[in-house]
C-alpha cells in the first residue's frame, strides 16, 4: 500500500532536514504575526517534553512514559515528575469511577484511558479516571 503512494521523489518521507526548515520557517512566520519573540525560543524538542509531561500527569506512571518516549535510562524520564509538579501543583486525589460487567465494556473503558484498579466487587470490575 506504502509504495503504491504517489511520490514526487526516491523517498516517500520527507527528510528531517526539510522537516527543520519547515518548523522553522512557520515558527518564525508565527513570533512575527503575534508579535512574540519568545515563540523563537520553541523547538521540535519542547513538544516532546511537553508531551511527556501530559502523558505523566493523565496516567502517573513513569515506566509508562519511559516506554512510550523510548528512554532507556529512569532518570531521564524523572524530569516530568518535576515538570508536571511544576504545571500543575499538588497531585490531585479525586477520581470517577466507573464499573465493567463485561469483558467488553473493561475493553472500553481501558482503552479510553480508564485506569483498572484491580478491585472485583459483586462480579463487576472497577475502574478510575482522575477528575
Same mark, same amino acid.
Given at each position: 500500500?506504502?509504495?503504491?503512494?504517489?511520490?514526487?521523489?526516491?523517498?516517500?518521507?520527507? %527528510?528531517?532536514? /526539510?522537516?527543520?526548515? /519547515?518548523?522553522?520557517?512557520?515558527?518564525?512566520?508565527?513570533?512575527?504575526?503575534?508579535?512574540?519573540?519568545?515563540?523563537?525560543?520553541? %523547538? &521540535?524538542?519542547?513538544?516532546?517534553?511537553?508531551?511527556?509531561?501530559?502523558?505523566?500527569?493523565?496516567?502517573? /506512571?513513569?515506566?509508562?512514559?519511559?516506554?512510550?518516549?523510548?528512554?532507556?535510562?529512569?532518570?531521564?524520564?524523572?524530569?516530568?515528575?518535576? &515538570?508536571?509538579?511544576?504545571?500543575?501543583?499538588?497531585?490531585?486525589?479525586?477520581?470517577?469511577?466507573?464499573?465493567?460487567?463485561? %469483558?467488553? $465494556?473493561?475493553?472500553?473503558?481501558? $482503552? %479510553?484511558?480508564?485506569?483498572?484498579?484491580?478491585?472485583?466487587?459483586?462480579?463487576?470490575?472497577?475502574?478510575?479516571?482522575?477528575?
Amino acid at each position: 500500500m506504502i509504495n503504491q503512494l504517489p511520490r514526487k521523489g526516491e523517498k516517500l518521507f520527507a %527528510s528531517r532536514k /526539510s522537516i527543520d526548515k /519547515s518548523f522553522w520557517y512557520q515558527r518564525k512566520k508565527l513570533a512575527r504575526k503575534l508579535n512574540n519573540p519568545r515563540l523563537m525560543q520553541l %523547538s &521540535l524538542h519542547t513538544f516532546r517534553h511537553w508531551a511527556g509531561t501530559m502523558e505523566y500527569h493523565k496516567t502517573h /506512571s513513569l515506566g509508562h512514559v519511559a516506554q512510550k518516549l523510548g528512554h532507556k535510562n529512569w532518570k531521564n524520564t524523572q524530569i516530568y515528575i518535576t &515538570l508536571e509538579e511544576l504545571y500543575f501543583g499538588q497531585l490531585n486525589d479525586e477520581f470517577y469511577t466507573e464499573v465493567a460487567k463485561t %469483558s467488553e $465494556e473493561a475493553r472500553k473503558l481501558f $482503552e %479510553s484511558g480508564w485506569e483498572y484498579t484491580n478491585c472485583d466487587f459483586d462480579g463487576v470490575k472497577i475502574f478510575r479516571k482522575r477528575k
